[in-house]
């Protein structure tokens, strides 16, 4: 029977192509336009690092003085040099890494590659293995080469790529402001989508290029990136490890669910021990998120991202009204031919069943369109200036959920036509033939 | 008129003629938000700075090495962009107006405040205000003798020693008028920290960077510290300056090759980077529009050929009782702008309901009255535009129809 309704359905599309064209060109701009930003809106809501994410956690804590205080107001979200490097000798987490951004300048030994800048994370030992850094050669450095401000640099592919062509560089050294430093890792392709651990640097940055001990940062007094916040006599940043100032990014891993709460009780006694000590004046303010809840409550994905969804959304209704429509009209046009049909036997679930199937080839049809509307507009999407604009891609899920949604609107779409042509009766059609 | 007659057949297609409706309502909403959201975005765009933007370059660079001196550095090459033919004004400054990292600090009107009234930007540098060219309405601007270099002023706050600090400010008036509304600001005191800085002059305008919320974009200071940060402002006339660019960026450079350039910019780059996400929303929503309103008039197009076709005979019994070409014309416009009003009418109220959901969620402003008559106007348009073929194929239909079976 379906062989049969399916020939029926693209005989009849035939018999009206204007009107047939006009719905397909509907679904498949609504369908187009609703993928396109629906796509980016799953691109940009992603895990960064699917699998370990529930393990990583943020731990803040409040060393503000009670200049501007406000009770309930949450705590900042980076540490003051003092309280990262307690809590991460501390070590009361499973890894713990303390960590900022910079820019480095690169002397290559090539005379054919002018020097440049490029952007840095300096950070401890815990970070490689905490985020599941890959390494395509070499590995990270280790704890001793952190107390010992070590000059061991870690760098990227596409650094490793541009000044050793690809090759194995590690144990070469690598020239940074008149210093040389001995590679002892090269990175395989990374990069966490959104830059979840510093947002500072951009929601969507990608990952820096070299990444140093940062004691030897401080050592070397490399320049830094990002977010400073200070108060009272702060500011200096040249003497930033004395200053009331929070500018680093402090993560931690705990892998027992059940010890997360402990952690979070240590970071309340901390807080309290720092405050009778003087240091801190509030009263102990801590907050812990994991991955997914920090970028929710950083609220990364951009608000015109979401906006631009509700638009899409809202075109697909638009065209779906407009589908529905005109269905409508094709099939209640045919009420003569459904009549003779019903009259010959057909019962209104077959009517139903064959009007339906017809619905679900405009839909395919739909989709199709739809599709390469999708990928046209993710180009175009691609071509935007934003840092995001280049993860702008559509994989397998979405390009079948760009069908199912053409097909299951379409179908909905086509219920009601469906439905009022099934409600002809027979012999008045056949009569006023 | 033809209105009862129209209003009966449309009764008998009911569901058709309500779908057309909503889809008329709905198209009428969208566009109204975004068209709203379009006029937002330009006026964003289009956000005064306050400074000469035709006639400024503007120069990034970092060194490579350790900097011994960077302050004696920045004189040398300050005196030797002054030199390059068509430059009137240079300065080292910290940041730019719409710049993309910024220097802010919290404002207090009296020292022992507990919390900041409110948050402004600082801007550092000898002869910044000449260069940036911004317009003074009250007092004066910075005098040389009063800058204090940056790393003094850092040691000074570390000592708490008042006397090194720097004793006056620039403020444009946006931030007067917020601080002290109705009243004369030169010689009042503002206060970053403990050590007060006395108003000596009003700017007209002075955008900040990297603004966040663009009810605070007016909130500029000029304070009179020297800083070299490697980036430097050069003003020159607008048709100079592609060449004053070039011709700085060779003398910097052989003066010290041991740097380099992080970004060269004549001003309109960095307008235009700054806006460039906001100008791609703009192209978007239009889009959206242009397809929406494609989209309806396509159905319009669909519904009314569909109904031409279906009412053959009662059109060529009409034109055999006498009705001429134009008022069977006349009777497919009506039923439509009918049609099309039912939906504006119903399109308005959503769009309402729509701004309301936007004013909740994206802090958006009131949808102002004068979009409604506006998106009536378009929707009315588009409905006669679209209907006006199936309409021309009603009116040619011949009176002999009447007489053939369907």
């Known amino acids: 029977m379906f062989g049969y309704y399916l020939d029926l359905a693209l005989h009849s599309l035939k018999r009206n192509k204007v009107l047939t064209a006009l719905m397909v060109v509907a679904i498949a701009l609504g369908i187009g336009a609703s993928m396109t930003t629906l796509t980016v809106l799953h691109v940009l809501s992603g895990d960064p690092l699917p699998g370990s994410s529930a393990t990583l956690f943020n731990p803040r804590i409040d060393p503000f003085s009670m200049d501007g205080y406000e009770p309930n107001k949450p705590p900042p979200e980076q540490v003051t040099w003092t309280d990262g490097m307690n809590l991460l000798h501390a070590a009361r987490a499973d890894r713990q890494a303390l960590m900022t951004g910079g820019a480095v300048p690169i002397q290559p030994t090539q005379s054919s590659i002018d020097p440049f800048y490029t952007d840095a994370r300096y950070t401890t030992a815990d970070f490689f293995p905490m985020f599941s850094v890959p390494f395509l050669y070499g590995r990270g450095w280790n704890a001793s080469d952190d107390d010992g401000k070590a000059r061991v640099v870690v760098i990227s592919k596409l650094l490793n790529d541009k000044l050793f062509e690809g090759k194995d560089s590690t144990g070469q050294t690598l020239r940074m402001k008149d210093t040389s430093f001995q590679i002892v890792g090269v990175l395989g392709d990374w990069r966490v989508n959104p830059h979840f651990y510093d947002l500072n640097i951009g929601d969507y940055a990608e990952a820096e290029d070299v990444f140093v001990p940062l004691s030897t940062s401080r050592d070397m007094k490399l320049s830094l990136n990002g977010s400073t916040d200070c108060w009272g006599s702060g500011g200096d940043p040249e003497h930033a490890e004395n200053t009331p100032c929070v500018w680093l990014q402090f993560w931690v891993q705990i892998v027992d669910p059940a010890k997360v709460e402990a952690y979070k009780t240590f970071l309340t006694h901390y807080s309290q021990e720092q405050k009778t000590l003087g240091r801190f004046e509030r009263e102990p303010n801590v907050a812990l998120l994991d991955v997914m809840q920090w970028l929710d409550y950083k609220k990364v994905v951009p608000s015109d991202v979401r906006l631009q969804t509700w638009l899409a959304l809202g075109f697909l209704l638009v065209c779906l009204v407009n589908t529905v429509g005109l269905m409508l009209a094709k099939f209640l046009r045919r009420s003569g031919e459904l009549g003779v049909r019903r009259a010959l036997g057909a019962s209104r679930r077959d009517v139903f069943m064959q009007l339906l199937i017809e619905a679900g080839v405009i839909g395919l049809a739909g989709g199709m369109g739809g599709l390469m509307l999708a990928y046209t507009g993710l180009w175009l999407v691609r071509r935007q200036p934003s840092s995001y604009a280049s993860l702008a891609h559509l994989d397998m899920t979405m390009l079948l959920s760009t069908f199912l949604l053409a097909l299951i609107s379409t179908l909905c779409a086509g219920l009601l036509p469906a439905w009022r042509a099934c409600q002809i009766t027979p012999a008045l059609q056949l009569k006023s033939q | ?406």
């Open chain 2, 1 to 406: 008129m033809e209105i009862l007659p129209i209003l009966s057949t449309l009764r008998r297609h009911k569901i058709t003629a309500a779908l057309l409706i909503l889809e008329i309502a709905l198209t009428c909403a969208i566009v109204c938000n975004a068209v709203f959201l379009i006029t937002q975005r330009i006026d964003r765009m289009n956000m005064p700075s306050g400074v000469a933007e035709k006639e400024l370059v503007r120069i990034r660079f970092a060194s490579i090495g350790a900097n011994d001196d960077k302050y004696a550095r920045d004189q040398e090459d300050l005196q030797l962009l002054r030199q390059i033919p068509g430059v009137t004004q240079v300065a080292s400054v910290n940041q730019v107006p719409f710049g993309n990292s910024s220097n802010n600090s919290g404002v207090k009107i009296d020292p022992d405040q507990k919390k900041s009234t409110i948050n402004a930007t600082n801007y550092y540098g000898v002869n910044l205000a000449e260069t940036l060219g911004t317009q003074l309405v009250a007092g004066r601007n910075l005098r040389p003798d009063e800058y204090v270099d940056m790393k003094t002023i850092m040691a000074a706050l570390q000592t708490k020693n008042d006397k090194a600090m720097p004793k006056t400010v620039v403020i444009t008036q946006a931030m007067a008028n917020r601080l002290w509304p109705g009243q004369n600001p030169l010689g009042k005191p503002i206060y970053l920290d403990q050590t007060p800085l006395y108003v000596v002059g009003v700017v007209k305008e002075l955008v900040r960077p990297s603004i966040w919320d663009d009810s605070i974009a007016k909130y500029s200071m000029i304070l009179p510290a020297r800083v070299a940060e490697g980036q430097y402002l050069i003003r020159t006339s607008p048709q100079d300056r592609d060449r004053v660019l070039k011709t700085a960026l060779e003398k910097l450079k052989a003066a010290d090759p041991h740097r380099v350039i992080l970004s060269k910019q004549v001003w309109e780059d960095v307008r235009t980077r700054f806006f460039e996400d906001d100008r791609a929303m703009t192209g978007l929503l239009a889009g959206v529009c242009v397809a929406l309103l494609v989209v309806t008039a396509l159905g319009i197009v669909g519904l009314g050929s569909f109904w031409v076709a279906q009412r053959r005979r009662q059109i060529g019994v009409r034109r055999a009782l006498g009705a001429t070409r134009g008022n069977i014309l006349r009777y497919f416009q009506t039923e439509n702008f009918l049609l099309a009003t039912i939906g504006i009418v119903l399109g308005m109220a959503l769009a309402y309901g729509i701004n309301l959901f936007l004013m909740v969620h994206y802090e958006l402003p009131r949808l102002p009255g004068s979009y409604f008559p506006i998106g009536a106007i378009a929707l009315w348009a588009v409905g006669q535009i679209a209907v006006l073929g199936p309409a021309m194929r009603a009116a040619a239909v011949p009176p002999v129809v009447a007489t053939r079976a369907a």
